[in-house]
């Protein structure tokens, strides 16, 4: 309480951007706390019924699916991450950054695609029973992809990166002197990832798998589509279906109850993960040259996560769309989605990097607990599913437009209706709340590496905090804004969740439209909008596989 | 109408600060007058960058006030932004701005003047310091000497009353460091320019300011000249940190030191018995192969050209004597006589 103590005029500067951020947490905040208050309005008998009938279900299965998803990221993550670095063989290089592609492909669509990939009567198991000399569908098929172990596979093939990309930085950065030194000690080559190298990266497996899980449990698309009766979906089918508020806010509580679980986990972790890197920095690890005949073993190794994760879905929907153009050309309504979903994403991007920008940098120029509180609180909803934060959101909303439609009532006589909610502002303030983590991250490391001594410098030299924001930040750190903005328009274009439920009527985005014909079971004009989603999902693939190569 | 030179000074009044628990400045009140080149000496963590930085602005004081020509810029009433305190400020990694070129770093603190008159000062400071060929480039494009030339041109621009600048010389190599100094300093003083400077080289403060301040912990120790603090420090830490001397124990008895090594007239203000060390200058004992007052073995003798560092082992001393001299001793001596010169002892008691 220093800054109490201090009674008297030192700088005004920052006091508006402190306010700023202030009001900022406050809004982020608000979901949250609504949504708390609303499920303990909920009725007890109301909350008796939830643990008699959804929930039992919900959490066994929410459970199982975690539990698989995370065995199944840690599995591939480490593996891949291990292959590229401990090995030299032709193709690696390539690996090295395609390993990253199936973070373009989002829950929903590699669940979309296998449902038609792998159909019982479609042409992969019709050449799989072709090969066996099976000649009905009757006689031999695949186990059904619509099952848990279906989803678990479909999960973990595509959020695997999350565990790779962490845990290959883990072993860039362990000296190649700790290997050295446990082989000096007798431990032979392949003995060595076991008793040095995987127990060392650890806490770099735990940060990515609880990163992949945190995206499973914000998964609806998948899950639904798959039949896997998850937390996720027994709150989007209590609101949607059944209408009932309490209940959906209940449900969404205990989710949130994990979600807190997995982000204390993650934090574990990285203190781990500091804690173990901090210690050396000297040479990087020297890959081991392999034989060509394993060196083509390893590269196929390699390559099949990728096929599975990306290839495989994106050959899937490049080839059915490119039919469906040639049969029925772009509809208006594609195209009507296309602008619904790049104004919705850019307006939602501006908010969020602006919003980055105001609570950065009152970080920067107020130094101290008060602002690392303020950053904390502001990027609580990272780590929120997106129906949480819908749900949240509708609430706060709900109660705001209902009093702005009775004040108007009341003094204008006309009735305003859902000026927020029906507006796409409910949806812009969902994204903003999500993803204000990824901005206000990137754009706080972008200042970061700006020396406090250049602040001082042009302060010292007349400009104001605001003019130095404009003058010295702002060009020193356009790289990083731009790429923290990227990966926010990227994600909202992806979203699901949040979309489906805070959408203005009969405005659909690409997501919304995938996700309403792969819930109707027809295969129309979605795989063009999938593939819409793919291609812009690979921008930020790019940006990660280039600060990657710029880090060695 | 001129401003008289009392106008335009610096006074700190019991200026405090404190990081959490830790003091970084307690009470310090300094008074600095228009063309004086002050150094700030003291170990890291002793408060003198605090200093700057609040002087500059960038800094707030938790209690006391700062004077910039008599009128409070940090202090209970008042607090004057950085950008409004005319001062100019040479940072220690020099801060230039990278995407900027010299000449527009030079710029940046003229925004404020009218464009012509912005440009004409610019190549005005650029011409001075003699930096015109850099003009054009990029602060990664140049050597550290001309970022140290580019930094000071860039505070100068502005002609601000003071100038502060924070170990401006440490990231040089040596042989430069004196030579980019004694270039600034001259600069300086024919621009008759205020300048508080920080470093924490002995050396450095003796030889560039006009008044030394060495501080300990947040606190001034001693100001004053050079010589004052080299020749008469006020307590064994100033003494200790402009000189490495010999330490030597002893008891003050009727009006003198008595030591293993003899008596040393002094009137102190100590009590008879007061224990006391005696600090003898390592150039303040004279040394021949002949008899002298004390009679020594010579242990180890360090050449380095100018001068000759010995060691000389003397009976009744745990540890041998170091003496610096410039009198060649013949190859193969062993027994020395030595002489404390006067005026090349201190004494303070033991606390």
Known sequence: MISAARSWPRGRVGARWLLGAGMIACLVMLPIIALLLQAIQGSAGLWSHLVSTILPTALVDTAILLGGVGLITAILGTSTAWLVTAYAFPGRRVLEWALLLPLAVPTYIIAYAYLDILHPIGSVQGAIRWLLGYSSSREFRLPDVRSMTGCILLLGFVLYPYVYIPTRAMFLTQSANLIDASRTLGISRRAVFWHVALPLARPAVAVGVSLALMETLNDIGASEFLGVRTLTVSIYTTWITRTDLPGASQIALSLLMVVVALVAFEKWARGKQRYSTGAQRSRAFEPRRVSPAKGLALFFAGLLPILIGFGAPAIY???????????????????????????????????????????????????????????????????????????????????????????????????????????????????????????????????????????????????????????????????????????????????????????????????????????????????????????????????????????? | MTPHAQDRTLELDNVSRSFGATAALNDVSLTIASGEIICLVGQSGCGKSTLLRMIA???????????????????????????????????????????????????????????????????DVIAHIGIAHLKGRYPHMLSGGEQQRVALARALAPQPDILLMDEPFSNLDRGLREKVRDETLSLLKGLGTTVIMVTHDPEEALSAGDRVVLMKAGRIVQAGSGYDLHDRPVSSYAAEFFCAFNRISGVYRNGHIETAIGRFAKMLDAGEETSMTLYIRPQGISVSPGPGDLSGHLKSRIFLGEVEQLAITVDG???????????????????????????????????
């Open chain 2, 57 to 123: 602005g960038v800094d707030f004081v938790d209690a006391g006030r700062i004077l910039l020509n008599g009128q409070e810029v940090s202090g209970p009433s008042r607090f004057v932004e950085p950008e409004d305190r005319k001062i100019g400020f040479v940072f220690q990694d020099y801060a230039l701005f990278p995407h900027l070129t010299v000449e527009q770093n030079i710029l940046f603190g003229l925004k404020r003047r009218a464009k012509q008159e912005a440009a004409a000062r610019t190549a």
């Open chain 1, 317 to 552: 929907l490049v080839n059915e769309a490119w039919k469906r153009i040639e049969f029925a050309g772009l509809s208006p309504r594609f195209l009507s989605e296309t602008f619904n979903t790049i104004v919705l994403a850019s307006a939602a991007t501006i908010i969020t990097v602006l919003f980055g920008l105001l609570i950065a940098y009152a970080s920067r120029l107020r130094p101290g607990a008060m602002t690392v509180w303020l950053q904390r609180l502001s990027t609580l909803g990272y780590a929120a599913p997106g129906t949480v934060v819908a749900i949240g959101v509708l609430i706060v909303l709900a109660t705001v437009d209902g009093f702005i439609d009775r004040t108007a009532i009341a003094w204008l006589g006309v009735s305003t209706g859902l000026l927020f909610i029906g507006s796409g502002a409910a949806l812009l303030y969902a994204y903003t709340v999500r993803f204000l983590a990824i901005s206000a991250g990137g754009i706080d490391a972008g200042l970061a590496r700006i020396p406090v001594s250049f602040d001082h410098a042009s302060r010292v030299l007349g400009q104001s905090a605001a003019g130095t924001f404009r003058h010295v930040h702002l060009p020193l750190s356009k790289a990083a804004i731009t790429a923290a903005g990227l990966l926010v328009f990227v994600d909202c274009v992806k979203e699901l969740p949040a979309t489906l439920l805070l959408r203005p009527l009969n405005v659909e985005t690409f997501a919304t439209h995938l996700y309403g014909e792969a819930a109707r079971g027809t295969y129309e004009e979605a795989s063009i909008a999938a593939l819409a989603i793919v291609v812009i999902g690979i921008l930020p693939v790019i940006l990660l596989s280039r600060m990657g190569q710029a880090r060695q």
């Open chain 2, 317 to 351: 001393l745990e540890q041998p004597l170091h003496v610096r001299t410039m009198h060649r001793l013949p190859q193969g001596t062993e027994t020395v006589g030595l002489s404390i010169l006067p005026d090349s002892w201190l004494a303070f008691p033991v606390v």
